[in-house]
């Protein structure tokens, strides 16, 4: 709003002592201070409201106007009820500084003058934002692009004082403002986005408000396209894919409008977010194709062609046939499998992009096919990615589910789980077929072990680990009761840690020196506790079969 505006409200009792020429400066704010520098709590742009209760003598009045003026607040309003009257020398103090002063009625109370400009303030700031929101809608409806969500949160931040960011299910930062300070940490957007997935999946009406350290950020989901938000729908067919809005503000206490307002964001974001789902078509395509070509026994010349038309499209520019890796991803739910393949394919799509790159476009290299109960990811890695070629470059299995397990493990709840398979790298179509049931047996392995989010690679494929995850599981009880619960049983009654000194003497290959090094114990106390071991057992640690034995057993427990 205008300072004239001030004027025009005989209900404010303000009465102009100077400034005539600067009536038309935008108040952005307000702000009632008696401290004699309070510029460390403007930002410019406000009407200060004070009692005088700094002013000792004529000449703290210069002082404090030059605090103001450099502060770059739009007008000062001085209350008369103090000393009866606005002194002289702060008139003469603002008209030097070209600051607008005005004097307050005794009769008139801060806070009314105070609720009256936040009120405008607020109201015009809304009104303009939506009618931009309006325009930048139909720019992004109508045509190939209206900035992105990053202009709308540029929005945002200039015209309602709100920081925002649009975070991935996974808390990956897809969008932010372009000004006004440092982006939000990679472990706050992980935080955040768990905190969201999880008031999902208790059915929490949004916005969701949230308090780290300090600072309280409000969640709003960003719902893709589809169904009407009004259809009976499992939660579980969104909840791992869906975006979501993080402002940093407590929506707790704003009006409808703002609220409907910041929807209307939402919904904004959700246009990009569905033309990014519609640019993903050729990729999946890519990847379905090539996957049939691989079920129905295609000759690798025949994949090999598909791959050659794949790579362009996933690697634009690139000279040479790239590498080629194969991730298996499957979700189950207890109860059921909704959304069953579109649900992990939407979910690895995210996956496998990078954690610290932002912005919605660096999913463009991956190709996922959605293979009825389960998603199948074709990744490509440059040629020259790895020294020689080596089958060790490209996604790791022990890292790829590192930053986004807890997102993940709160978005599942109590009855989801989350299994995955990471190939080895391989040259050519003849190795993706191998690369392919590779990946498949590696989420197998990962699904033979505890936890909501598991992961397993290629190179657990290359021992007898492998088949742990096909022995049935009374099976596997049995055998670890057997050899492991009359350890457990004498280490409960004696502290003994027998079982502690198991894992580490297999893990040193029998050797009894560094064993005992590792265990910061004297080679006869180790002697002691393995013959203990095999007294107990009835097992002999020097024979190959009950070291390996044991072994499987403590892999299974």
Not at 40 to 49: A, I, K, N, T
Not at 227 to 240: Q, Y
Not at 246 to 275: F, K, N, S, Y
Not at 492 to 504: D, S
Request: hydrophobic share 45%.
């Amino acid at each position: 709003m205008r300072l004239r505006a001030l004027l025009d409200t005989d209900a404010l009792g303000l009465r102009l002592l100077g400034g005539e020429d600067e009536l038309d400066r935008t108040v952005r704010g307000v702000m009632t201070t008696d401290l004699r520098d309070p510029s460390r709590y403007l930002s410019g742009g406000e009407l200060v409201l004070t009692g005088l209760a700094w002013r000792r003598d004529a000449a703290d009045s210069e002082p404090f106007v030059r605090i103001m003026v450099q502060a770059g607040v739009s007008a000062l309003a001085a209350g008369e009820a103090e000393l009866g009257g606005v002194p002289d020398d702060l008139v003469v103090a603002c008209a030097r500084h070209r600051l607008p002063l005005f004097a307050v009625h005794e009769s008139v109370a801060f806070a009314t003058i105070t609720e009256h400009v936040v009120r405008q303030v607020s109201g015009e700031r809304a009104d303009d934002l939506a009618a931009v929101v309006d325009r930048h809608r139909r720019m992004m409806t109508s045509g190939p692009s209206g900035g992105g969500p990053d202009v709308v949160l540029d929005l945002l931040g200039s015209d309602l004082d709100l920081r925002a960011w649009v975070l991935s299910p996974t808390g990956r930062r897809v969008a932010g403002p372009r000004t006004g300070g440092a982006g939000l940490p990679a472990d706050v957007c992980a935080k955040l986005a768990a905190e969201h997935l999880a008031a999902v999946r208790t059915g929490r009406r949004g916005p969701h408000r949230v308090l780290l350290g300090s600072t309280t950020y409000s969640l709003f989901a960003v719902r893709s396209g589809g169904p009407s938000p009004h259809a009976s729908r499992d939660v579980r067919e969104t909840v791992l894919s869906d975006w979501l809005l993080a402002v940093e503000a407590d929506a707790g206490d704003w009006p409808e409008q703002r609220l409907d307002l910041l929807q209307g964001v939402t919904q904004l974001i959700a246009v990009e977010r569905d033309r990014r789902d519609a640019a993903r078509t050729v990729r999946r395509r890519l990847a379905q194709e090539v996957l049939e070509l691989l079920q129905t026994g295609a000759a690798p010349a025949e994949i090999a062609a598909r791959l050659r038309v794949a790579a362009p499209e996933l690697l634009p520019g690139l000279g040479a046939a790239p590498l080629w890796q194969v991730v298996v991803a499957r979700v189950e739910w207890e109860g059921g499998r909704p959304g069953g393949g579109p649900v992990a394919q939407s979910l690895l799509e995210e996956i496998l992009v990078d954690p610290l790159a932002a912005g919605p476009e660096p999913g463009d290299r991956i190709a996922v096919a959605d293979a009825g109960d389960e998603a199948i990811a074709l990744v490509p890695l440059p040629a020259g990615s790895s020294e020689h070629g080596g089958s060790e470059s490209g996604i790791l299995a022990d890292v790829l589910l590192e930053s986004v397990r807890d997102p993940l493990s709160a978005g599942l709840g109590d009855d989801g789980r989350v299994t995955l398979g990471v190939s080895a790298s391989v040259h050519s179509a003849e190795g993706l077929r191998g690369a392919l049931e590779e990946a498949r047996h590696a989420r197998r392995v990962a699904a033979a072990r505890p936890g909501r989010v598991c992961a397993a690679g290629h190179q657990e494929l290359a021992s007898h680990v492998l088949l742990l995850p096909f022995v049935p599981d009374d099976v596997r009880r049995a055998f670890t009761a057997r050899l492991l619960d009359p350890l457990r049983d004498y280490d409960r009654r004696h502290r003994a840690e027998l079982i502690p000194t198991l894992e580490a003497f297999l893990d040193c290959d029998g050797s009894w020196t560094r064993c005992a090094t590792r265990l910061h114990l004297h080679v006869n106390t180790l002697r002691y506790r393995v013959g203990r071991i095999e007294q107990l057992t009835g097992r002999d640690l020097s024979r190959l079969e009950d070291k390996l034995d044991f072994f499987l057993a403590l892999r299974m427990s």
